[in-house]
């Protein structure tokens, strides 16, 4: 699977939104954008994913660049709740990889009340 | 949404001794699931992908005698860390996917299993 880059750390206000970055210049025509967070001392858990248009779900909206090679994790209103490490993953649909997930360093977000 | 649990929630074990965790779907059937390594402030490794009724997959750099692997049922893997070692320290996490498409399918994790080796 295509690599991502994200920063390593942002920092937000409480109840303001949040724009996570996640940089994936080599991405297929066939790469799936997923996002998951990691809450301190607890698994991942899923947020949102999606392949070409831009997508909402009750956690958060996925922005996807035009040319697919950038998206933006969007938390509408930041809580402390969603201080977590963000984590943008490629899945790629043919991929022989036997659906297993590769994680990167992630985005490590910090909420400040 | 679907559930994953994992048993015990921590444990703290003696250095020479086996310790056995086990990967739960609570409501879903899971052919497939995933085990994850993670040392404090770094991401998620994968170790192994468990399948039902055969052997698991190991990552390489695991060491598949030391780390085993049985995945029995539907619904249940486990991993027994054999010999365990202060070095295998670490919190521990299964995942099952969905069952959808692999670019598609979204994956539930357990709640990790935190190992301490004194």
């Known amino acids: 699977d295509a690599k991502t880059t994200q920063p390593n750390s942002m920092e937000s206000n409480e109840e303001e939104p949040v724009h996570l970055p996640c940089n994936h210049s080599t991405i297929s025509g066939t790469d799936y954008i997923h996002w998951y967070r990691q809450l301190p001392s607890q698994g991942p858990e899923y947020v949102i994913h999606?392949?070409?248009s831009n997508v909402n779900n009750r956690m958060a909206s996925l922005a996807i660049a035009e040319d697919r090679k950038s998206s933006t994790l969007i938390l509408h209103r930041a809580t402390l709740r969603d201080a977590a490490v963000y984590y943008c993953i490629l899945r790629d649909v043919y991929s022989n990889q036997g659906g297993k997930l590769i994680f990167g360093q992630g985005t490590e977000l910090s909420v400040k009340p | 949404g679907a559930v994953v649990s994992q048993h015990p929630s921590r444990v703290i074990c003696k250095s020479g001794t086996s310790v056995k965790i086990e990967c739960r779907s609570l409501?879903?059937?899971?052919?497939?699931m995933f085990w994850y390594r993670q040392f404090p402030k770094q991401s998620l490794m994968l170790m192994a992908t468990?399948?039902?009724?055969?052997?698991?997959?190991?990552e390489q750099g695991v060491e598949k005698d030391k780390f085993l692997i049985n995945h029995a049922s539907l619904t249940l893997s486990t991993l027994t860390v054999t010999s365990a070692h202060p070095e295998d320290s670490s919190f521990y996490i299964c995942s099952a996917p969905t069952g959808q498409a692999w670019g598609t399918d979204t994956q539930y994790f357990g709640p990790g299993t935190r190992l301490t080796v004194l």
């Open positions: 409501d879903f059937q899971a052919t497939t």
């Open positions: 468990s399948n039902e009724g055969s052997k698991a997959t190991y």
């Open positions: 999606g392949l070409t």
